[in-house]
């Protein structure tokens, strides 16, 4: 494989994109015939790309974050996401220019801004029909944190979430609990316990190695196991998990 090695800030087109992408393909399955290629550029909030097949077509879909990335940063995406579609060997030099180019302070910065104006959840109260996740921050911050934890802006989701039970968002600095843990039924421990996940978020952030993000590293999960009730608690979200599929 190859790139174009200059890393000057030339944009390139969605027409000369597809037109790569076409003689990458080429390259990855030689005895292939070329399906047509669609690039778009997306408002996405990350810096996360996609690609599909359907019908006939390959749609690639990058964040109009990286639209003004130079013209090797844009070719080696194309190279790992197709390499990724067919299962095939990504070629190391294209991981690493596109690492080295969303890996840069400037890129990073431009991505929490558009975080922190976009996207911001709606929120139900926190005080809920049975738990009140004010109630329930203050109690865990003191167990198990010396109250040391700067308060969130807490609530309940408005819709039932079923697969996210719980999230922190952290450039609102936000907890956000399914509603579906408003309820008696719901063990109170168990609600500290998803309350406690979010607060280790807080505590442990994410670590980002050029496009890898290990959202639990070895310390959260650590850090997740002291719950006390750490075994029933994770029983009881399983059994709930269960039910709900």
């Not at 390259?27 to 790309?49: D, G, H, W, Y």
């Not at 979430?161 to 719980?166: H, I, K, N, Q, S």
Request: net charge positive.
């Amino acid at each position: 494989m190859q790139v174009e090695s200059s890393l000057l800030p030339v944009p390139m087109s969605t027409e000369i994109a597809e037109t790569r992408a076409q003689r990458i393909f080429t390259q990855l399955k030689p005895r292939t015939e070329s399906p047509l290629f669609r690039v778009e550029f997306r408002a996405f909030t990350t810096l996360s790309s996609r690609i599909r097949l359907r019908e006939g077509q390959i749609i690639v879909r990058i964040s109009h974050l990286l639209r003004n990335a130079p013209k090797a940063v844009i070719e080696s995406l194309l190279w790992i996401l197709l390499a990724k579609l067919y299962r095939k060997p990504i070629p190391a030099d294209a991981q690493r220019c596109y690492r080295e180019f969303v890996g840069r302070e400037e890129l990073r910065q431009d991505l929490g801004q558009l975080r922190q104006t976009h996207g911001k959840k709606q929120l139900e109260p926190a005080a809920g029909a049975h738990y009140d996740l004010d109630e329930v921050f203050d109690t865990v911050n003191g167990e198990h944190f010396g109250g040391l934890i700067a308060r969130p802006q807490l609530g309940w989701s408005r819709q039932r979430a079923r697969t996210l039970l719980g999230q922190y968002d952290p450039h609102h600095h936000l907890i956000v609990l399914s509603r579906l843990l408003d309820s008696p039924r719901v063990p109170r421990l168990v609600v500290d316990f998803v309350m406690y996940h979010e607060m280790l978020h807080i505590q442990i952030p994410v670590i980002e190695r050029g496009t890898r993000r290990s959202i639990h590293p070895p310390a959260f999960r650590v850090a997740e196991r002291r719950f006390p009730e750490y075994a029933e608690a994770k029983a009881f979200l399983k059994r709930l998990h269960a039910v709900l599929r």
